[in-house]
Nanobody, 125 residues
Framework: QVQLAESGGGLVQAGGSLRVSCAAS????????MGWFRQAPGKAREFVAA????????LYADSVKGRFTISRDNAKNTVYLQMNSLKPEDTAVYYC??????????????????WGQGTQVTVSS
């Protein structure tokens, strides 16, 4: 069983940057694939980015490609999402998730086994 806790959300102006983190505990984090998803008010949860267990393979949604970077530090049991050039439409609750299948980053939410509680990111115009 893996427990996930996001942190680092907040309020930022459009064009700014923010880094959110997700700390894992209680399981073998280093073998899990990790993903970030987000959910804006009134919208469905959507995929943002994913990374495989080694960090050698990543996957991004088209809407964030070139602006967001996912990374992980297996020694710290933490995955990060660096968000640059933020836009008001990036406003959402950001969730991290862990996938027991760690070899290939995946975009489908149903493929993930564990979820965090989320952290709010608000981008003002």
């Amino acid at each position: 069983q893996v427990q996930l806790a996001e942190s680092g959300g907040g309020l930022v102006q459009a064009g700014g940057s923010l880094r959110v983190s997700c700390a894992a505990s209680g399981g073998t984090f280093r073998w899990h694939g990790m993903g970030w998803f987000r959910q804006a008010p009134g919208k469905a949860r959507e995929f943002v980015a994913a990374i495989n267990w080694s960090g050698g393979s990543t996957l991004y949604a088209d809407s964030v490609k070139g602006r967001f970077t996912i990374s992980r530090d297996n020694a710290k049991n933490t995955v990060y999402l660096q968000m640059n050039s933020l836009k008001p439409e990036d406003t959402a609750v950001y969730y991290c998730a862990a996938d027991r299948q760690g070899s290939v980053p995946r975009s489908a939410a149903e493929g993930y086994d564990y979820w965090g509680q989320g952290t709010q990111v608000t981008v003002s115009s």
